[in-house]
């Protein structure tokens, strides 16, 4: 298929923003900023809101393509991919079955493991008395958190036994429920472009975790990139993630986040195939690193629109 090189041969860009996800304000502020780095290269670009009615306003709105940036259930899951599929609009991204295995974080964690590769020991969790039990089985501190949300919402890190029952309820609000063994030590992101891994951002808080709070709020988190690795590790991570990336099936852009023990060994959290997008996050921040404008990187990403084969995906 020929490149695409002017921004005519986009047609009319649909940027699917909002929604009504836990991340819905997340993800407008993500696709205001995707809309104006669009617009600013003359591409034809409309905001819709992912509402009831989304599919409905795209087969009428003569749009061309959409540019996928919804966080969470309905625009991360293979939910929106799958409309867009049923009436042949071109989308960013991950296919369907992709960002459905993606947004999961217990069937994520159980491809990785089936494929080989390093993720922290887990439980599901049904109970409060599942939690206690995690807590005897994993060993505290550990991570308890929604299977299907992103963005740290409802995540806890749990020192005391006493509060396995707690995080349990707070994160079954919304809707399955892992228990994770924390892996002490550094925390990295490695964004993945087409086929490219962009250099690793390594993440500090002084915060407990990276928590929402220390992702969208806090003036206090650091971001370093260059990430401070020797380049024998930094490929080594990159090269995992990659694995990661693909072993989901995942396709077009993305970011996989990771942790590096005392002993120097990398343990793979989560991928997220649609993350955020403002010019001050991880992925923006990365391309940086690069010499890739936020510019550049929305029109790279809208150009993968076109030639990502969707894997798994009819």
């Known amino acids: ?177 892992l228990a994770e063994q924390f892996i002490k030590g550094e925390e990295y992101t490695v964004a993945i472009l087409g086929e490219e891994a962009l250099p690793p951002i390594r993440l500090e808080t002084p915060h407990d975790f990276y928590d929402f709070d220390a992702k969208y709020v806090a003036n206090d988190t650091r971001y370093l990139c260059p990430c401070g690795l020797s380049a024998h590790d930094e490929d080594e991570l990159k090269r995992l993630a990659l694995a990661a990336f693909r072993a989901v099936g995942a396709t077009g852009w993305g970011r996989v986040d990771v942790m590096r023990d005392a002993d120097g060994k990398f343990w793979l959290l989560e991928i997220n195939t649609v993350p955020g997008m403002t010019d001050h996050s991880l992925v923006p921040m990365a391309a940086r690193a690069t010499g890739m404008s936020f510019a550049d990187l929305v029109w790279r990403i809208l150009q993968l629109s076109v030639h990502t084969a969707r894997v798994g995906d009819v």
């Open 1 to 177: 298929m020929t490149q695409l090189t002017n921004a005519t041969d986009f047609g009319r860009v649909a940027v699917l923003l909002g929604g009504t996800s836990a991340e819905r304000e997340v993800s407008l502020k993500s696709g205001q900023a995707v809309l104006d780095a669009l617009r600013s290269k003359g591409v034809d670009a409309h905001a819709v809101d992912a509402c009831a009615h989304v599919v409905e306003h795209l087969k009428t709105g003569g749009f061309d393509r959409a540019f996928i940036v919804l966080h969470g259930r309905g625009g991360e899951d293979g939910v929106i991919q799958g409309a867009l599929e049923l009436i042949g609009l071109p989308y960013t991204g991950s296919g369907v079955l992709a960002s459905a295995l993606g947004m999961d974080k217990l069937r994520t964690k159980q491809l990785w493991l089936g494929a080989g590769l390093p993720t922290p020991a887990f439980r599901v969790l049904h109970s409060t008395e599942d939690a206690v039990n995690a807590g005897r089985e994993l060993a505290l501190p550990l991570m308890v958190k929604p299977a299907l949300e992103g963005s740290s919402i409802g995540m806890s890190k749990v020192h005391h036994a006493k509060d396995l029952p707690a995080a349990f309820v707070q994160a079954s609000g919304f809707g399955p429920v």
